[in-house]
Protein backbone atom coordinates (compact mmCIF):
# COMPACT_ATOMS: atom_id res chain seq x y z
CA UNK A 1 0.00 0.00 0.00
CA UNK A 2 2.82 2.43 1.13
CA UNK A 3 4.82 1.72 -2.37
CA UNK A 4 0.91 2.09 -4.30
CA UNK A 5 0.60 5.90 -2.77
CA UNK A 6 4.41 6.87 -3.48
CA UNK A 7 3.87 6.19 -7.52
CA UNK A 8 0.16 7.89 -6.79
CA UNK A 9 2.22 11.18 -5.17
CA UNK A 10 5.01 10.67 -7.65
CA UNK A 11 2.45 10.67 -10.97
CA UNK A 12 0.17 13.33 -9.55
CA UNK A 13 3.67 15.74 -9.12
CA UNK A 14 4.50 14.85 -12.49
CA UNK A 15 1.58 15.76 -14.34
CA UNK A 16 0.43 18.76 -12.28
CA UNK A 17 -2.49 17.14 -10.55
CA UNK A 18 -4.44 13.87 -9.34
CA UNK A 19 -3.28 11.25 -12.14
CA UNK A 20 -5.98 9.04 -10.66
CA UNK A 21 -8.88 11.24 -10.28
CA UNK A 22 -9.60 13.29 -13.68
CA UNK A 23 -11.02 16.55 -14.13
CA UNK A 24 -14.55 16.91 -14.03
CA UNK A 25 -16.18 17.82 -17.66
CA UNK A 26 -17.98 21.40 -17.56
CA UNK A 27 -21.43 21.51 -18.83
CA UNK A 28 -20.00 23.80 -21.76
CA UNK A 29 -17.31 21.40 -23.18
CA UNK A 30 -19.76 18.52 -22.61
CA UNK A 31 -22.08 20.31 -24.96
CA UNK A 32 -19.57 21.53 -27.85
CA UNK A 33 -18.46 17.95 -27.84
CA UNK A 34 -21.37 16.13 -28.55
CA UNK A 35 -22.64 19.05 -30.67
CA UNK A 36 -19.58 18.09 -32.58
CA UNK A 37 -20.30 14.57 -33.31
CA UNK A 38 -23.30 16.06 -35.25
CA UNK A 39 -21.41 16.31 -38.74
CA UNK A 40 -24.98 18.35 -40.83
CA UNK A 41 -24.58 20.61 -37.64
CA UNK A 42 -20.82 21.50 -37.87
CA UNK A 43 -21.12 21.59 -41.65
CA UNK A 44 -24.31 24.63 -40.81
CA UNK A 45 -22.20 26.36 -38.38
CA UNK A 46 -19.38 26.50 -41.51
CA UNK A 47 -22.05 27.71 -43.01
CA UNK A 48 -23.33 30.11 -40.75
CA UNK A 49 -19.83 31.80 -40.10
CA UNK A 50 -19.47 32.12 -43.81
CA UNK A 51 -22.63 33.90 -44.22
CA UNK A 52 -21.56 36.69 -41.40
CA UNK A 53 -17.86 37.38 -42.32
CA UNK A 54 -19.90 38.09 -45.78
CA UNK A 55 -22.15 40.55 -44.43
CA UNK A 56 -19.73 41.70 -41.54
CA UNK A 57 -17.44 42.59 -44.68
CA UNK A 58 -19.66 43.24 -46.86
CA UNK A 59 -17.83 46.52 -47.70
CA UNK A 60 -14.48 45.24 -48.33
CA UNK A 61 -16.15 42.18 -50.58
CA UNK A 62 -18.62 43.66 -52.38
CA UNK A 63 -16.98 45.06 -55.70
CA UNK A 64 -19.16 47.63 -57.09
CA UNK A 65 -22.08 50.13 -54.97
CA UNK A 66 -25.28 47.66 -54.47
CA UNK A 67 -27.37 50.93 -56.32
CA UNK A 68 -25.48 51.69 -58.71
CA UNK A 69 -27.99 51.71 -62.15
CA UNK A 70 -25.89 50.65 -65.11
CA UNK A 71 -28.94 50.57 -68.21
CA UNK A 72 -26.37 49.62 -71.05
CA UNK A 73 -25.50 46.92 -68.90
CA UNK A 74 -28.56 45.27 -67.84
CA UNK A 75 -29.51 41.67 -67.89
CA UNK A 76 -25.48 40.66 -68.64
CA UNK A 77 -24.88 37.32 -67.75
CA UNK A 78 -22.22 36.66 -65.15
CA UNK A 79 -18.92 37.70 -65.61
CA UNK A 80 -15.61 38.58 -64.40
CA UNK A 81 -16.64 42.33 -64.17
CA UNK A 82 -19.90 41.40 -62.94
CA UNK A 83 -19.49 38.08 -61.03
CA UNK A 84 -23.21 37.03 -60.48
CA UNK A 85 -24.31 38.84 -63.56
CA UNK A 86 -26.58 42.22 -63.50
CA UNK A 87 -30.30 42.56 -63.21
CA UNK A 88 -32.76 44.60 -64.76
CA UNK A 89 -31.68 47.67 -63.99
CA UNK A 90 -28.13 47.12 -64.40
CA UNK A 91 -27.13 46.86 -61.07
CA UNK A 92 -24.43 44.43 -59.95
CA UNK A 93 -26.56 41.09 -58.61
CA UNK A 94 -23.24 40.39 -56.62
CA UNK A 95 -22.99 43.11 -54.73
CA UNK A 96 -26.32 43.18 -53.86
CA UNK A 97 -26.37 39.67 -52.49
CA UNK A 98 -23.57 40.71 -49.98
CA UNK A 99 -25.24 43.88 -49.18
CA UNK A 100 -28.47 42.01 -48.65
CA UNK A 101 -27.01 39.63 -46.49
CA UNK A 102 -26.35 42.21 -43.97
CA UNK A 103 -30.13 42.99 -44.49
CA UNK A 104 -31.66 39.07 -44.09
CA UNK A 105 -29.52 38.11 -41.82
CA UNK A 106 -30.25 41.13 -39.16
CA UNK A 107 -34.22 41.03 -39.78
CA UNK A 108 -33.47 37.29 -39.28
CA UNK A 109 -31.47 37.36 -35.52
CA UNK A 110 -33.52 40.82 -34.68
CA UNK A 111 -36.91 39.30 -35.52
CA UNK A 112 -36.23 36.09 -33.52
CA UNK A 113 -34.85 37.65 -30.18
CA UNK A 114 -38.02 39.62 -30.17
CA UNK A 115 -40.22 36.26 -30.39
CA UNK A 116 -37.90 34.92 -28.31
CA UNK A 117 -38.17 37.81 -25.38
CA UNK A 118 -41.92 37.84 -25.55
CA UNK A 119 -42.91 34.28 -25.92
CA UNK A 120 -40.09 33.66 -22.94
CA UNK A 121 -41.85 36.61 -20.96
CA UNK A 122 -45.59 35.30 -21.24
CA UNK A 123 -44.84 31.59 -20.85
CA UNK A 124 -43.17 31.96 -17.62
CA UNK A 125 -45.25 34.39 -16.20
CA UNK A 126 -48.52 32.47 -17.03
CA UNK A 127 -46.66 28.86 -15.76
CA UNK A 128 -45.25 30.40 -12.70
CA UNK A 129 -48.53 32.95 -11.44
CA UNK A 130 -51.11 30.01 -12.76
CA UNK A 131 -54.64 30.83 -11.98
CA UNK A 132 -56.46 33.93 -13.61
CA UNK A 133 -53.22 35.10 -14.56
CA UNK A 134 -52.50 32.03 -16.71
CA UNK A 135 -56.13 32.18 -18.21
CA UNK A 136 -55.94 35.28 -19.77
CA UNK A 137 -52.47 35.40 -20.65
CA UNK A 138 -52.58 31.82 -22.71
CA UNK A 139 -56.66 32.84 -23.75
CA UNK A 140 -54.56 35.78 -25.71
CA UNK A 141 -51.87 33.55 -26.77
CA UNK A 142 -54.54 31.22 -28.65
CA UNK A 143 -56.47 33.78 -30.13
CA UNK A 144 -52.98 35.17 -32.00
CA UNK A 145 -52.31 31.84 -33.11
CA UNK A 146 -55.72 31.22 -34.19
CA UNK A 147 -54.78 33.50 -37.19
CA UNK A 148 -53.19 32.27 -40.04
CA UNK A 149 -49.62 33.66 -39.14
CA UNK A 150 -48.59 35.13 -42.62
CA UNK A 151 -52.02 36.30 -43.60
CA UNK A 152 -51.30 38.44 -39.85
CA UNK A 153 -47.93 39.33 -41.07
CA UNK A 154 -49.30 40.52 -44.60
CA UNK A 155 -52.09 42.74 -43.06
CA UNK A 156 -49.72 44.19 -39.84
CA UNK A 157 -46.76 44.89 -42.74
CA UNK A 158 -49.61 46.52 -45.14
CA UNK A 159 -50.85 48.96 -42.47
CA UNK A 160 -47.48 50.12 -41.57
CA UNK A 161 -45.31 52.27 -42.53
CA UNK A 162 -42.45 50.15 -45.01
CA UNK A 163 -39.55 49.70 -43.11
CA UNK A 164 -36.07 47.51 -41.78
CA UNK A 165 -37.24 48.37 -38.15
CA UNK A 166 -40.64 47.57 -38.42
CA UNK A 167 -40.15 44.47 -40.78
CA UNK A 168 -38.68 43.31 -37.90
CA UNK A 169 -40.35 43.82 -35.03
CA UNK A 170 -43.94 42.81 -37.03
CA UNK A 171 -41.98 39.14 -37.73
CA UNK A 172 -41.22 39.21 -34.00
CA UNK A 173 -44.56 40.02 -32.40
CA UNK A 174 -46.15 37.56 -34.88
CA UNK A 175 -44.01 34.63 -34.01
CA UNK A 176 -43.91 34.22 -30.25
CA UNK A 177 -46.67 31.93 -29.55
CA UNK A 178 -46.11 29.05 -29.99
CA UNK A 179 -42.48 29.86 -27.91
CA UNK A 180 -44.92 30.93 -25.39
CA UNK A 181 -46.53 27.33 -24.79
CA UNK A 182 -43.65 25.42 -25.18
CA UNK A 183 -42.31 27.65 -22.63
CA UNK A 184 -45.54 27.30 -19.84
CA UNK A 185 -45.18 23.86 -20.33
CA UNK A 186 -41.55 23.55 -19.24
CA UNK A 187 -42.01 25.88 -16.21
CA UNK A 188 -45.25 24.14 -15.07
CA UNK A 189 -43.20 21.16 -14.36
CA UNK A 190 -39.83 22.89 -12.48
CA UNK A 191 -41.71 25.44 -10.59
CA UNK A 192 -42.65 22.41 -8.09
CA UNK A 193 -38.74 20.83 -7.64
CA UNK A 194 -37.43 21.18 -4.76
CA UNK A 195 -34.89 24.39 -5.26
CA UNK A 196 -37.50 26.15 -6.25
CA UNK A 197 -39.36 25.58 -2.92
CA UNK A 198 -36.27 25.99 -1.42
CA UNK A 199 -35.56 29.32 -2.70
CA UNK A 200 -39.21 30.38 -1.98
CA UNK A 201 -38.78 29.17 1.55
CA UNK A 202 -35.48 31.14 2.00
CA UNK A 203 -37.83 34.33 0.87
CA UNK A 204 -36.66 35.00 -2.21
CA UNK A 205 -38.77 37.40 -4.49
CA UNK A 206 -40.75 35.82 -7.56
CA UNK A 207 -39.12 37.61 -10.30
CA UNK A 208 -35.84 36.28 -8.48
CA UNK A 209 -37.04 32.61 -8.92
CA UNK A 210 -38.46 33.13 -12.17
CA UNK A 211 -35.34 34.32 -14.02
CA UNK A 212 -32.22 32.73 -11.34
CA UNK A 213 -33.40 29.81 -10.53
CA UNK A 214 -36.47 28.64 -12.99
CA UNK A 215 -35.55 30.12 -16.60
CA UNK A 216 -32.02 28.96 -17.00
CA UNK A 217 -33.04 24.94 -16.29
CA UNK A 218 -35.05 25.54 -19.26
CA UNK A 219 -33.25 27.13 -21.69
CA UNK A 220 -32.35 24.82 -23.84
CA UNK A 221 -35.78 23.82 -25.70
CA UNK A 222 -35.24 27.78 -26.04
CA UNK A 223 -31.90 28.08 -27.34
CA UNK A 224 -32.98 25.82 -29.95
CA UNK A 225 -36.04 27.24 -31.11
CA UNK A 226 -34.50 30.45 -31.27
CA UNK A 227 -31.93 29.35 -33.88
CA UNK A 228 -34.88 27.68 -35.63
CA UNK A 229 -36.58 30.93 -35.72
CA UNK A 230 -33.46 32.69 -37.45
CA UNK A 231 -34.51 30.81 -40.63
CA UNK A 232 -37.81 31.16 -40.31
CA UNK A 233 -37.32 35.16 -39.99
CA UNK A 234 -35.54 34.83 -43.15
CA UNK A 235 -37.71 33.12 -44.72
CA UNK A 236 -40.71 35.56 -43.51
CA UNK A 237 -38.38 38.66 -44.88
CA UNK A 238 -37.94 37.21 -47.85
CA UNK A 239 -41.26 36.55 -48.53
CA UNK A 240 -42.55 39.86 -47.84
CA UNK A 241 -39.95 41.39 -50.10
CA UNK A 242 -40.42 38.40 -53.08
CA UNK A 243 -44.70 40.48 -52.58
CA UNK A 244 -43.03 43.86 -52.43
CA UNK A 245 -44.28 44.27 -48.76
CA UNK A 246 -40.42 44.19 -47.38
CA UNK A 247 -37.50 46.26 -46.69
CA UNK A 248 -37.81 49.03 -48.97
CA UNK A 249 -35.47 50.66 -52.06
CA UNK A 250 -32.63 50.91 -52.64
CA UNK A 251 -31.61 48.58 -49.47
CA UNK A 252 -31.24 44.83 -51.31
CA UNK A 253 -32.30 42.04 -49.41
CA UNK A 254 -32.39 38.62 -50.50
CA UNK A 255 -36.10 38.29 -51.00
CA UNK A 256 -36.25 41.67 -52.59
CA UNK A 257 -33.71 40.76 -55.06
CA UNK A 258 -35.75 37.87 -55.83
CA UNK A 259 -38.74 39.83 -56.42
CA UNK A 260 -36.70 41.61 -58.86
CA UNK A 261 -36.00 38.97 -61.15
CA UNK A 262 -39.31 37.59 -60.82
CA UNK A 263 -39.84 38.78 -64.49
CA UNK A 264 -36.95 37.73 -65.80
CA UNK A 265 -37.28 33.91 -64.87
CA UNK A 266 -36.25 32.62 -68.69
CA UNK A 267 -34.27 35.74 -69.84
CA UNK A 268 -31.84 36.01 -66.79
CA UNK A 269 -32.32 33.35 -64.57
CA UNK A 270 -29.27 34.25 -62.49
CA UNK A 271 -31.05 36.58 -60.92
CA UNK A 272 -33.17 35.00 -58.38
CA UNK A 273 -30.84 31.83 -58.35
CA UNK A 274 -28.09 33.52 -56.72
CA UNK A 275 -30.14 34.65 -53.73
CA UNK A 276 -32.47 32.24 -53.59
CA UNK A 277 -28.99 29.94 -52.93
CA UNK A 278 -27.76 32.15 -50.49
CA UNK A 279 -31.81 31.75 -48.56
CA UNK A 280 -31.54 28.15 -48.91
CA UNK A 281 -28.37 27.81 -47.43
CA UNK A 282 -29.07 29.84 -44.67
CA UNK A 283 -32.11 28.46 -43.89
CA UNK A 284 -30.81 24.99 -44.00
CA UNK A 285 -27.89 25.65 -42.11
CA UNK A 286 -29.90 27.29 -38.83
CA UNK A 287 -32.22 23.99 -39.17
CA UNK A 288 -29.01 21.81 -38.89
CA UNK A 289 -27.86 23.60 -36.04
CA UNK A 290 -30.72 23.10 -34.26
CA UNK A 291 -30.95 19.77 -34.69
CA UNK A 292 -27.33 19.73 -33.63
CA UNK A 293 -28.53 21.66 -30.18
CA UNK A 294 -31.11 19.44 -29.61
CA UNK A 295 -29.36 16.15 -29.96
CA UNK A 296 -26.47 18.21 -27.32
CA UNK A 297 -28.45 19.64 -24.98
CA UNK A 298 -30.74 16.56 -24.39
CA UNK A 299 -30.02 14.66 -21.01
CA UNK A 300 -31.61 11.96 -22.03
CA UNK A 301 -29.52 11.35 -24.95
CA UNK A 302 -26.35 9.02 -24.67
CA UNK A 303 -23.15 10.12 -25.73
Not at 62 to 67: G, L, P
Not at 126 to 131: E, M, V
Not at 134 to 145: A, K, Q
Not at 236 to 256: D, I, R
Amino acid sequence: MLELEKKRILLRDSYGGDALTPEPESYGRMVWRRFKKHKLAMAGLYVLIFMYALAIFAPMIATQSYEAVDPPNKLKPPSREHLMGTDHVGRDVFSRVIWGSRISLSVGFVAAAVAVTLGVLVGATAAYFGGWVDDILMRFTEIVMAFPTFFLLLTIVSILERSIFNIMLVIGLTSWPSLARMVRGQILSLREQEFTEAARALGASDARIIFRHILPNAMAPVIVSATMRIGGAILSESSLSFLGLGVPEPFPSWGSILNAGRNYLLQAPWITTFPGIFIFLTVLAFNYVGDGLRDALDPRLKD
